[in-house]
């Protein structure tokens, strides 16, 4: 019979086993039921352990790290056979409490497949490192169904001292049938010290595995510190770093413009434009409008698939850069025979879309 656990924890293996770990960790720390390394199961045993696990938790919790989807769209990829697929299938058909955990540059992807497109409209969590503690917190507050069960966490304890009492009774009733209370009374003595010792013996091995899982966190937090790289976070809102230089105003500034020569370059130049935009060399006060490149990758069916997501870079002619403008837009072709047929889809998009904000933000120059 499958073990019931209270928190499940979904997670694809590639960018997300230290988060999972971590939460895991941090979970059964605080008392809470956790399944976690569900995935070792071989092949063939979702029906009989995987689905009735996701079927007895309360609460799901999925980790979203860049790229935890790709599978999805991989037409070699059997659905059947991506366990984080099925979980989040799983979840969703037994209405369970799903809580997103977003980490550091993950970005929904347009057009995920119908049958788990759903947990897009779950309330999610940024998981960012530098806040896990206030997001950690949050979550077993306000998003969690499950509740820590002391008893759970310390059973052997709590069975070894309820045994040592009960040892305890018996010896001092079998003392005192015997008409032998001053023996009986050293004898009470002597398991009472003895019991105390096991209980001191049992809150210092307690306390070794405490501070061996919190040097495990610390330990977690220093790589997350010395090697992940820095990563700016997608937002709705446009991006303004702090600029390396203040432009000087001129009512009379020129503005040229730098993207790339292919069709969604040119789209975004239609909808950039009216901000007075010129294809002409940058010289002396002026400023130029930047624009990144599309990434285009062939499959293994030789076919071509493209991504885009727009930032805008304004730099002066020396290109010391003033601001960066950016959207949470990740755009996707379907994959082509050709890279030009890819990127016209991408551009389609595109000219369908309002950049007002970025032609005021350029005006402003």
Known sequence: M????GIFISYRRKGGYDTAKLLYDRLRMDGYSVSFDIDTLEKGNFDDELEQRVNNCKDFLLVLNPGVFDRFFDPECDPKEDWVRQEIICALENNKNIVPLILDGFVYPKNLPDDV????KKNAIDLNPKHFEGAYARMKQKFLLSKPRWATRHKKLIIFSLLAVVLLGIAAYIYKQKDLQIQAELQAERIAAQYADSIKIAMRQADSI???ELDSVKRYYNSIKNTQP??????TQIEKPVPQKSPSKSSNKSIHWSGPNDVIGQ???EKLEPAGIKKTKCSHSGIVVKLNKPNCKNDDLARITCTYSPIMTITDCDNNSYDVFRTNENFKSSPQTDENSAKEEIASELRSLNFKDWVSEIKKF
């Open 2 to 5: 499958s073990k019931k656990f």
């Open 210 to 212: 405490r501070k061996a």
């Open 267 to 269: 789209a975004m130049f």
């Open 117 to 120: 497109k759903n947990i897009t």
């Open 230 to 235: 820095k990563a700016q976070k997608a937002s």
